[in-house]
């Protein structure tokens, strides 16, 4: 009988029996891992801010052209704007006391103080005036600015999908994503696919224009060469440029009829 | 802890294993410290005090300040089993009675080594079990969350960037925490190991001078 009791006691020292001890470990350790979660996930410590730089996103493409200065910052077109009409004003006060005396002195020598005094009162009268029109143009330029810097808002908003609150364009992009204009799309995409080394051709003044149909999955549904260029495999070349843009990502959502206009020098480019 | 937020089903439960058994491995390695720091102190302290002592009552009296101790362990077992020989009288004596209390005593300190053994190797299963799967746990989450990326790729028909990069960055946070569970307790099993092993060299080196110790106590 000591001997099954003896056997019990090492059962129990060899492990049978759970050790109190490791409960109270793992509520340390639970403790532990529930601190470091709190601490990386940022609700104990302030989350470092990254400085990220200013992303500009400019658009190139519907930009208007007519008024360069509508791209740039609030300050420079003041400053312009206000050099303007003082060269302007100048012009004003000056027609009438400069040809006077340039002709008058030479032949009649009095004529100047008539031509000094003429010019010495209207400058004091007109000052006011050309004031409030140097005032008026100013005011007029700058409704004429903010209207093109409106209508050049107008003009990127409404290219934006409706409900759509994408930042236009891709700042990471390289230039070749669908955007505004698929005819552009297109052309680098058929530039990028199109490969034809120019000892094929006869003649470097190859052209030839091709109406392609994409529907509005976006997948290519035919194409027809409008205007060959007379040579076999220069038309080759660009049927087999077209079949590999069978595609167009992302879809643009209508159907896509353009002309191409295939030029080998372009190409050589 | 987006990651982890935006983490789908399965990768959240691979990631709950994981935390389960980074936390029973953390528990254990604290545990073991513990417990292998003070064997270790206790027995060199032990085996001061038995080799200042020239009698096994007097030793037998001061055990309780050396509890952690493997050694004191043995020592017990086998001064009980002497004293048992001792107190029941062979029925030859001579030699040959000598020599079964001996190997009496020596099966009993063959016995509470493997005990002790035992106990101090106790839970380190759990570890090298950690180290050894929950990469693999780990990384099982990071291939389901990639073919679910993949899947949410297909769908979309977007293969962008900024489509791809979220889905495969959720995925791997799986094998990181999986090696963040497994490093450790790997480090630990190996350390653990190595002083259960210094421990057990002590109990044998032990157990033969407390045997030879009873020779000579019997030739006496």
């Given amino acids: 009988m000591s001997g099954s009791g003896h056997n019990n006691r090492w059962r129990r020292q060899a492990g049978g029996r759970r050790d109190p001890r490791l409960a109270a470990m793992l509520g340390y350790s639970f403790g532990l891992h529930l601190l470091l979660v709190l601490l990386f996930g940022g609700w104990l410590l302030p989350r470092m801010q990254h400085s990220k730089p200013p992303v500009y996103v400019v658009d190139l493409v519907n930009l208007p052209v007519k008024n360069p200065q509508a791209g740039r910052p609030d300050g420079a077109p003041k400053h312009k704007v206000k050099a303007r009409p003082k060269a302007k004003a100048k012009p004003v006060a000056r027609p009438k006391p400069k040809p006077k005396p340039k002709v008058k002195p030479k032949v009649k020598p009095k004529s100047r103080p008539k031509a000094v005094s003429k010019p010495r009162p209207k400058p004091k009268v007109d000052y006011r005036k050309t004031e409030s029109a140097i005032e008026k143009l100013r005011r007029k330029r700058e409704r004429e600015e903010l209207k093109r810097k409106l209508a050049a808002l107008e003009a990127q908003d409404t290219r934006r999908a409706p409900g759509s609150k994408a930042p236009l364009g891709e700042t990471a992009g390289t230039g070749s994503e669908a955007g505004v204009s698929y005819r552009t799309w297109l052309q680098q995409a058929y530039k990028s696919a199109w490969s034809l080394s120019k000892y094929q051709v006869r003649s470097l003044d190859l052209k030839a224009d091709v109406e392609v149909v994409y529907d509005a999955r976006g997948f290519l549904r035919d194409y027809t060469v409008m205007k060959s260029s007379g040579d076999r495999r220069f038309d080759d070349s660009i049927t087999q440029a077209i079949r590999r843009v069978d595609r167009l990502e992302p879809p643009p959502g209508r159907t896509i009829r353009e002309i191409i206009k295939f030029n080998l020098k372009d190409l050589q480019e | ?220």
């Fill in chain 2, 1 to 220: 802890m987006e990651l982890i937020l935006g983490a789908g089903p399965v990768v959240k439960l691979v990631l709950l294993v994981l935390a389960y058994f980074s936390i029973v491995s953390w528990a254990i390695i604290f545990l073991k410290f513990r417990i292998v720091r003070r064997a270790i102190i206790d027995s060199d302290r032990f085996l001061d005090f038995f080799w200042a002592k020239k009698r096994f009552d007097l030793i037998g009296q001061g055990l309780k300040d050396f509890s952690q101790s493997p050694l004191t362990v043995l020592f017990r077992e086998g001064y009980q089993e002497l004293l048992r020989g001792s107190r029941q009288p062979s029925e030859g004596g001579g030699p040959s009675a000598e020599l079964g209390r001996s190997a009496n005593v020596a099966r009993a300190l063959r016995r509470a080594t493997t005990s002790e053994t035992q106990r101090l190797e106790k839970y380190l299963t759990f570890l090298a079990t950690t180290g050894s799967t929950a990469p693999f746990i780990g990384l099982f989450g990071t291939v389901w969350g990639i073919m679910d990326s993949f899947h949410g790729i297909g769908k979309t028909g977007s293969a962008s960037l900024a489509v791809v990069a979220p889905g495969i960055s959720e995925a791997l946070i799986a094998t990181a925490i999986g090696l963040v569970a497994a490093i450790p307790a790997v480090m630990a099993y190996n350390h653990f190991v190595n002083k259960v092993n210094v421990l057990t060299g002590e109990m044998d080196n032990f157990c033969q001078e407390f045997l030879n110790i009873v020779q000579r106590m019997g030739r006496d």
